[in-house]
């Protein structure tokens, strides 16, 4: 009778761990396409990583290639200055000696209207010639 009991036992947890491992396969089988799914997630967030990295490369040399611009930019404007500010005192230059010439050529307008002498310039035509 002990003997029965024990083999009762015994099928009783043979058909329990039949189906325990047909439940466990069961799990298994229904986690493949979510370990699928995350080897796929995982695969895409190193693509992106790396892609990240790329840009990231791409972004640091334009910005290089920027600060190498701005600096040659700089050097050209520095070397430049000299050169506007000699321009700009020509310009005033010009401009006072056409001013100066413009008085003196109507002074000596006057002059000779007032003295009843006649103008003797020739081909000069006027004192506008230092026109901006």
């Given at each position: 009778?002990n003997?029965d009991g024990?083999?009762?036992?015994q099928?009783g947890?043979k058909?329990a761990?039949k189906?325990?491992?047909?439940?466990v396969?069961?799990?298994?089988?229904n986690m493949?396409?979510?370990k699928?799914?995350?080897q796929k997630?995982?695969?895409?967030?190193i693509e992106?990583?790396?892609?990240?990295?790329e840009?990231?490369?791409t972004?640091?040399?334009?910005e290089h290639?920027?600060?190498?611009t701005?600096?040659?930019?700089?050097?050209?404007e520095?070397?430049?200055q000299?050169l506007?500010?000699?321009e700009?005192?020509l310009?005033?230059?010009?401009?006072?000696?056409g001013?100066?010439d413009d008085?003196?050529?109507?002074?000596t307008t006057?002059?000779?209207?007032?003295t009843g002498r006649?103008d003797?310039?020739?081909?000069i035509?006027?004192?506008?010639m230092y026109?901006?």
């Open positions: 009778k003997v024990i083999l009762g036992q099928r947890i058909e761990i189906v325990q491992e047909a439940a396969a069961e799990v298994s089988a493949l396409p979510f699928e799914n995350e997630y995982h695969n895409l967030h992106a990583a790396r892609a990240l990295n840009l990231d490369e972004v640091r040399g334009l290639d920027l600060e190498d701005r600096n040659a930019r700089r050097e050209i520095f070397d430049e000299p506007l500010e000699h700009i005192r310009r005033e230059q010009r401009f006072n000696l001013e100066r008085t003196h050529w109507d002074e006057k002059f000779m209207t007032i006649s003797t310039r020739g081909g035509v006027g004192p506008k026109q901006r």
